[in-house]
């Protein structure tokens, strides 16, 4: 079978192929292996170009994209009407980005009240409550304190709501999973602020809230409080946007997205969870037996194909390599999967890099496709053993109207002409 | 002395102290330990904001820094004067940043003739020379190809320039050695075409060629392009900006920035290097004996202070956390030594995260400022053993002309105001 060079073993049905296809090895490889990617070359170099011809650009103070790029923007949409521009979301274009890193500018939002334009002059952190000593923190000092660097997603436990109706909607990988982003997120830990305030035996939990015009606010347990979460001050590099929090949020690795709060002003100290209206008219999980969760703050073992994925177009049989993104609010991928017939048979893909825990992890896995129709698929295990779930086993599992934690399988179908479309397995 | 929790214990002279200073552990700390930083709050919460009186904005297709922060650019220069407006540099504010990851708009830029548009539909890659089957690639089946995702630092040879001078300038740290900036590359191991092209026993080297109105071209061992090349479609999530390269760049980590061959057109297999006008008339080495080295591939090992550095002002005394960054291009920092007084005593610093190799590592030690002179520098020690060298040593091996591989020992006199300069020890 033309078109891989390698180890060409499948390794599953409908053309998934070992990892080692196409990859450089002991192995005896031929030309043309991508055959519709190279052509025989004439001997001689092309021509000038007519971009060679003319002097190029003059340096300018930041780079742009390219012109001949589609705008790299988000999906957004108002979740109660017109009237409340700044209650909805933005989507990560995931099938426009590789790697695993997301550009500050499209890291997906949720906000409940829009985007405060906070002057950091005038902004403080309160730390009060079941301390020693109640402290307040300015901007400027909590610059001049230790900083941790860590790659982590953030997911709106509310990401992948449009999959939970009845009917496959037609939309992207982003439109659907995109409210999931990972970041270099940079800042002080806040076990350090807390030590600093010192934390009396009787504080078990605290509160944490924003300083935009909904005053989110969400209870954290303190155990988590001091093990990893960290008040951020710089996203990828540069200072937190606006739409991130500027100039402070609350980073949870793994939680719930709400909870990381943004425009962080206070944090209160308490010996149990306050039920604040953010944890209560929202973000419960309903059960289908009518019992409702509450508190469900570690996000699920979850992956998704991105590329290929609806918008990409497969030009041509042959070659083509399956990558995706899997994330666990647990903290580590073990495996992912893949599948190419629609679930009856799977193969384990590679990981790529020295994930990050916490961090998004790319997965990878040779498909040669024979040009007739077939269904991608991926399924994520992490090192706590969790598994992502069936769409039917995660339906069942809660009411009929639940929209959060919805971390099921996600299936691609490829039809004869290339296009890929949003399926339920 | 007040102003620290945690382990005080100096560990150097003017005001090093325990890396531990300041971290959680299981040492008693008290309230006020940053004492300009933190004021007893009342018991109350504040009133409510002006920003939370007021819905905030509407949600945005993209993202966009806070008002309140300076733009974030980058100084500009045309080296060779106004009529090329295309030939010179851009240098990264690394003063500006925090964390490893560089945004891709601020990354630095050095270009010979300008920024080509180049139409992704026009360009090709051609693989030719001493190979079985020379191949052509367009851009779009690029795509197709397996990608690899890595964390790599990209120096300009002549970074730090400005410091080879007899006196020392009054720039900031990114206007001195900004020439350097790190990035997730996303691209097609270059091992992966050479193969598929079949190379020649006779083949040791090739000749990578851009598509700029400069036709700049670099000779590169075979070897190097075999190990650990990639041809990089994509930096920090998205396509690869016109400036970094588009639509496609080669990235060599650890190797001199120029070789990293812009809008790559073309690699020639060949028995030898070709003795490329860049790599005779620029990117040679003259040393203090009349010699000249040619071929100098790999950087060297370096660390730079970026908190504080000039631009920042340390409006009072007391802790201060002293944070850097350090690369090497063989690979790996083992170490990096800090000294607040000008040298004579040193300090083993932090190194933070999980450093990715040939990736940039954030560096950090506290730092108890008294409020006097103080002279803050870093030294860095990689995993082969290379240590960063002092200014006078780096002088003395070379030509009074020389300005490429400048990796010296990089000084900043802190003031009785707190005010940051440029010295040379």
């Not at 952190?125 to 109640?134: E, N, S």
């Not at 999973?177 to 030590?195: F, K, M, N, Q, R």
């Not at 039920?275 to 059960?287: G, I």
């Not at 706590?384 to 809660?398: N, S």
Request: glycine share 10%.
């Amino acid at each position: 079978f033309a078109g891989v060079s390698g180890d060409p073993t499948p390794v599953a049905g409908n053309g998934l192929l070992s990892r080692r296809a196409f990859l450089r090895g002991g192995v005896a490889v031929g030309a043309g292996a991508l055959a519709t990617a190279v052509h025989a070359a004439d001997a001689a170099p092309r021509a000038v170009q007519p971009w060679q011809q003319v002097p190029g650009a003059a340096l300018a103070p930041t780079g742009a994209p390219s012109p001949f790029e589609p705008a790299l923007e988000r999906k957004v949409a108002s979740l109660f009407g017109a009237s409340t521009p700044g209650n909805g979301v933005a989507w990560t274009p995931l099938e426009r980005l590789h790697g695993t890193i997301t550009p500050s500018a499209v890291h997906f939002e949720r906000h409940h009240h829009g985007v405060p334009d906070i002057d950091p002059a005038r902004h403080r952190l309160l730390i009060h409550g079941l301390v020693r000593h109640a402290l307040r923190f300015d901007v400027e000092h909590l610059l001049r304190y230790p900083m941790v660097h860590r790659q982590v997603f953030i997911e709106c436990s509310g990401n992948s709501f449009p999959n939970a109706g009845a009917t496959a909607p037609d939309l992207t990988c982003g439109q659907i999973h995109g409210l999931v982003s990972c970041s270099e997120w940079s800042g002080v830990p806040l076990a350090l602020l807390l030590d600093e305030a010192g934390i009396k035996p009787s504080a078990k939990w605290i509160v944490a809230e924003g300083a935009d015009a909904a005053t989110m606010a969400r209870s954290i347990p303190l155990s988590k409080a001091l093990d990893d979460a960290i008040v951020a001050l710089w996203q990828n590099g540069e200072r937190l946007r606006p739409s991130q929090g500027y100039p402070v949020r609350l980073v949870l690795p793994g939680w719930e997205g709400n909870m990381q709060i943004k425009w962080l002003q206070r944090i209160a100290v308490t010996d149990g969870p306050q039920h604040t209206r953010d944890e209560t008219s929202h973000y419960t999980d309903l059960l289908a037996d009518g019992r409702a969760l509450q508190f469900t703050f570690v996000m699920g073992v979850k992956s998704v194909i991105t590329h290929p994925s609806p918008g990409w177009l497969l030009t041509a049989p042959g070659y083509h390599d399956v990558s995706g993104l899997a994330w666990s609010g647990s903290g580590r991928i073990a495996r992912v999967e893949v599948t190419a017939d629609g679930g009856a048979t799977w193969a384990d893909a590679e990981l790529q890099g020295t994930a990050a825990p916490f961090g998004f992890v790319r997965f990878r896995l040779p498909w040669r496709w024979d040009g007739g129709p077939a269904v991608l698929a991926s399924r994520a295990t992490d090192t706590d053993g969790r598994v992502q779930p069936t769409r039917a086993d995660w339906i069942a599992r809660y009411a009929p109207n639940q929209r959060y934690h919805l971390n099921a399988v996600q299936a691609w179908r490829v039809d004869e002409f290339g296009e890929l479309r949003n399926v339920f397995l």
